[in-house]
């Protein structure tokens, strides 16, 4: 739980708002702990703690 909390999480890149391409957060960022709580490898409460102690 402490490395979820701790860890240096990657920043979603910024969009262009004129360009249609929609751009993914990529390795390394909270995205990544999401579907992680998706696919059932963290529960909801895991996911809940890491996200109240960021």
């Known amino acids: 739980m402490d490395e979820l909390a701790r860890w240096p999480y990657a920043t ?6 004129w360009d ?12 990544e702990v999401e579907d992680a709580l ?4 963290i ?3 895991a996911y809940d703690e890491a996200l109240n102690r960021r």
């Open 43 to 45: 529960d909801a409460e």
């Open 12 to 17: 979603m890149p910024e969009s262009d708002p």
């Open 20 to 31: 249609d391409i929609v751009l993914s957060p990529g390795s390394g960022s909270w995205h």
């Open 38 to 41: 998706g696919v059932g490898l």
